[in-house]
């Protein structure tokens, strides 16, 4: 039924075969065969993508590989469970949302609408997202249980983020308060440091006159409540000035009291080392402040505009008021100097691409230093009671290698971020989102902006009438931190077994990029709410690249999208061209060429199965074909179709090696270099030895039966589409997705019997080699001498000479003594081989090749002759190139004279 087919039309099959697959069950780990379910559990929770719109390579990357290992985890019979799901990603899909309106003609989509409204419109587009996301994800071939499907921000995932919230809050880990935070005057938010994306500029760096100092600020307009100089303490330029020392100084505005304060954390280096702070508006002076108690004043207001402290600036956005304040600065005789070619980095927002204006705000934060009780026995460290900080349980799952981050430099990176770690700020003042379960009492008449309210409660639900409920959002990583266990049904006790079951997780594999946002969240929340690790390891895969090494964006034009690749050229090119050529942590480079090359080499996979399948075919025994793929895995000593060659033998044992060494591999997530073993003995020991030596030693049918379930077994993890259906076209009974993954063969043949075979190989490519170089046309045999000290040697190219013959377009092989000196020969290890080119041309064919090259000399001539006869061209042409003519019409008569005389003595 096979040879209807002359190539693989991926397009034709793959929704076909995914359909199946889901029709099956099998994706559910509780439906998997008997040997799956009494397996060990092997579970993976997929990232979730953000219900922004569709998935781009990074994602793809993603799918592949853990689709790669669910698949051999289950065909090496573990019960294997991949939770797929998708994350409200609350800033963003809020601002994509807020875009799309603006785009429709509303100024103020929130204003305009109100929060139920305004929700309603990102709620339905989120679920459109959700469907585009859940098609792709299939596209990709992606066998996760779609019975589990979860959603960060549905029910059972709200109870959990609720309930975690309530546990922090009882144990004194959440708190409000006032503290300098990321505002995004752009998406009107907060947002946490791992979202900030420092860019530099050149922007002009403004010197000042501020007393007897001279300070300098590459933001001018922030600078009307500075009313604090800061020097570090052991510089001698200012031992004079005492702390707390008072200097009346003029100013923007006129004269004001300046206080001198000495602090560690000023650079003597840069500048005079002199600064004065801002400490509404800039982390480190905010942290000098409250180093020294000192007060602070609000200059910008959560839109970008200068407040009353501004004084004829007040209302003027930052941006306008700069240029205006330098020029009254000047005026005053302040300004002393202007450096225009300043670099220096600017915070903007990762979501929104605004940027950052630091201010002061009551807010919620987690304590990641502060001790608090253990609820349980923790990470078999701690026992129930003992008093830890989450930076303490983050660094320990690490340092004690219970979780494996791979490759292993990340743990530098990963403890680094630990050690600078602040406390988390969970609130947002966005729509979108988990509401913060705190509740305020009405009658208090104040709002939930108050750092003091009468009352307050934390609760999923009302407490009753004129309670108010908390209007900010949480940080969505605080519901994604959740995502191992908040998947497996946590806190819901009649979840547990699963819980039980499949936590902690086998592995995370993401992108390193959100090493932080996400995979260091999780095990912080983990820890704490369970006492145990997410996960045992965690696999950071790079960027995907264009071919030029450059980051994929619209403006470069050079997006790839996965939807637009697969119809082309099928999932499992797609996949491959992911997984082959790329190591963890290391960004990788895709180009459409590289995708065709896997397309072609899908293809390849397809002939090599029609072939040996066409070979069982023409089998002269109907029932030696039909071998079930429950037989050959129930038996897998080779059966005789006849008594065994060299050439079987030596298959066998490769066979075995590439087994051995793909299973390891595929252990330890070398993902490409398991493909490349595998694409290599498919490609090259495979088809281009075996089965052209099959061809002429025949009577193969069972080991290439056997060769070919195994084959199909190897690489279905990396190929799914492509190897079930030639497993179904083949007629092998079942499924191939939950196939036996294979054992080695066990052969009774001496391994030692592969040095045959190999030195075979090396005497044939030896001859090949001798042919290219010679430039023997291919379809002409010609005959080959060696000399052979080994006896051995001559013995097993005897025995093996028919498909030597063969391979190397031979006449015949005689061993000799020596060979002539005008003969051409080749040695190699403990043989020559030679071949007399004269015996090795067709005279025809060479009396051709040489007319032709006469004709094309002759014509030559012909063009050089006309130009040096033209006088005005000589007249016109300078003299070099006229006589570089000359040379060439002389060297090109030469040629063709001894052209003639070949050609006479032809």
Known sequence: MIFGFMAYDASSVEDEIYRAWEASGFFNPDKLPDRNQKGESYCVVMPPPNRTGTLHMG?????????????????????????????????????????????????????????????????????????????????????????????????????????????????????????????????????????????????????????????????????????YVVMHPDDTRYQKYQQGEKLTVEWINGPIEATIIKDEAVDREFGTGVMTITPWHDMTDFEIAERHHLTKEQVIDLHGNLLPIAGEFESMHIKEARQKVVEKLKKKGLLVNINENYIHRIATCSRGGGMIEPQILKQWFIRVTKPFALRQDTLGKWKKGDQVTLKELMREVVTSKQVTIIPERFEKIYFHWIDHLRDWCISRQIWFGHRIPVWYHHSSQVSADSLQPDKMIVSDTSPGKDWQQDPDTLDTWFSSGLWTFSTLGWPDKKEWSSLRQYHPTALLETGYDILFFWVARMILMTTYTLGEIPFKDVYLHGLVRDEQGRKMSKSLGNILDPLDLIPKYGTDAVRLSLMIGSTPGQDTRLSEAKIEGFRNFTNKLWNISRFILSVIARSESASDAAISGQEVASSMTPRN??????????????????????????????????????????????????????????????????????????????????????????????????????????????????????????????????????????????????????????????????????????????????????????????????????????????????????????????????????????????????????????????????????????
């Open 59 to 227: 994602h793809a990357v993603m799918l592949a590989i853990q689709d790669l290992l669910i698949r051999f985890e289950r065909m090496r019979g573990k019960k294997t469970l991949w939770i797929p799901g998708t994350d409200h990603a609350a800033i963003a899909t809020q601002v994509k949302v807020e875009q799309m309106l603006m785009k429709e003609g509303m100024k103020n989509p929130r204003e305009e609408l109100g929060r139920e409204k305004f929700l309603e419109k990102v709620v339905a587009f989120a679920e459109e997202s959700s469907k585009t996301i859940n098609k792709q994800i299939r596209k990709m071939g992606s066998s996760c249980d779609w019975s589990r499907e979860r959603y960060t921000l549905d029910e059972a995932r709200s109870r959990a983020v609720n309930e975690v919230f309530k546990m922090m809050y009882e144990d004194g880990l959440i708190e409000r308060g006032a503290r300098i935070v990321n505002w995004d005057p752009n998406t009107q938010t907060v947002v946490s440091d791992d979202e900030v994306v420092w860019v530099e500029e050149k922007a002009p760096f403004f010197e000042f006159q501020y007393g007897p100092f001279v300070i300098g600020t590459s933001r001018p307009e922030t600078k009307f409540g500075d009313k």
């Open 641 to 906: 179709d006849k008594q065994q060659t060299l050439a079987d033998i030596w298959i066998q044992h490769r066979l075995n090696q590439v087994i051995s060494s793909v299973t390891k591999k595929l252990e330890t997530y070398q993902f490409s270099s398991a493909g490349e073993e595998l694409r290599d003995f498919t490609w090259g020991d495979l088809a281009d030895w075996y089965l052209e030596i099959a061809k002429i030693e025949g009577g193969k049918k069972y080991i290439l039966t056997q060769i070919l379930q195994t084959l199909l077994k190897l690489w279905h993890p990396f190929m799914p589409f492509v190897t079930e259906h030639i497993w179904k076209v083949a007629g092998y009974d079942g499924m191939l997705m939950i196939e036996k993954w294979p054992d080695e063969l066990r052969i009774t043949h001496d391994a030692l019997r592969m040095t045959e075979f190999d030195s075979l190989q090396r005497v044939v490519m030896d001859m090949r080699r001798l042919r290219a170089e010679q430039k023997i046309e291919p379809a002409m045999s010609i005959t080959f001498q060696i000399i052979i000290a080994d006896d051995r040697l001559k013995k097993w190219i005897g025995d093996n000479q028919a498909w030597i013959h063969r391979l190397t377009k031979a006449t015949s092989i005689e061993f000799i003594k020596s060979i002539p000196s005008d003969w051409v020969t080749v040695s190699s290890g403990s043989w020559t081989i030679g071949f007399n080119p004269a015996t090795s041309i067709d005279p025809e064919k060479e009396r051709g090749k040489i007319e032709k090259e006469l004709a094309e000399a002759t014509s030559y001539i012909t063009s050089l002759e006309q130009k040096l006869k033209d006088k005005e061209f000589i007249k016109k042409a300078p003299p070099r190139i006229v006589e570089d003519m000359k040379n060439k019409l002389q060297e090109a008569q030469e040629k063709a004279r001894l052209l003639k005389s070949r050609l006479n003595s032809a």
